[in-house]
């Protein structure tokens, strides 16, 4: 395993390759960041999120998380949604796990392994809607179903939030995707539940916008 200071000569050698490559290639990343995309992926060290879609830095905004969920109480996430949305204006979302997740093994056994067991129960709670379904399945079966099904939920979570639906309420283009990235031969599986208006929001979920700082439904005395 390399060493601090290893890393740290690799940096050096890396800067000086892509600085003769390409001269302003520093100039123009420091000038501003206008990626179209924003990735939602798994901590997972092997799914590094440019690679895998060959784009350089500075083309995508990263958020990455254990089993790349999307949770209404996760005011991380929420946060660079909003800014993705708002700020950056990206036009494509991409919620993208991978096969051989560890935090989707973890889910669906018994074992306590400390605080990531609460965020675990997000996926237990998908596991258990979808009992009868996995059930039918073997092991490694179920393990890539149920990564494909917290990935079509965690869509549906973003397109549930506040700055998604307020996005679409201007007409802003944003579309979110659900992807499965490969291990074994390095492909994406599109999932194909894009996401594209609030038409793909259930009505208990749709939100009217109101005024910040106005108070829904008081009354006045």
């Not at 306590?112 to 073997?138: C, P, T």
Request: charged share 25%; aromatic share 8%; with cysteine.
């Amino acid at each position: 395993m390399p060493t601090l200071a290893q890393l740290l000569s690799n940096n050096r050698t890396w800067a000086a390759k892509v600085k003769q490559d390409d001269p302003t290639f520093f100039e123009r990343l420091e000038a501003i960041q206008r990626p179209e995309y924003l990735w939602i992926g798994c901590s997972d060290s092997r799914v590094p999120a440019n690679q895998i879609v060959d784009l350089a830095p500075g083309e995508l905004f990263v958020h990455r998380n254990i089993a790349n969920q999307v949770v209404h109480t996760d005011f991380n996430c929420l946060a660079v949604v909003q800014y993705a949305i708002e700020v950056l204006r990206v036009k494509q979302i991409i919620v993208c796990g991978h096969y051989g997740c560890g935090g989707i093994a973890a889910a669906l056994g018994h074992d306590e392994y400390g605080v990531v067991d609460n965020w675990l129960r997000h996926i237990k709670d998908i596991s258990f809607a979808h009992q009868q379904e996995l059930n039918r399945l073997s092991d490694k079966e179920k393990e890539n179903r149920l990564c494909e099904l917290n990935v079509v939920t965690q869509v549906k979570n973003l397109a549930r939030t506040k700055a998604v639906q307020y996005a679409w309420n201007r007409g802003q283009t944003l579309d979110i995707h659900g992807w499965v990235y490969g291990l074994h031969d390095g492909l994406i599986k599109d999932l194909k539940v894009t996401a594209s208006s609030r038409a793909a929001v259930d009505d208990i979920y749709q939100l009217h916008e109101t005024k910040r700082g106005s108070r829904p439904n008081a009354s006045t005395s």
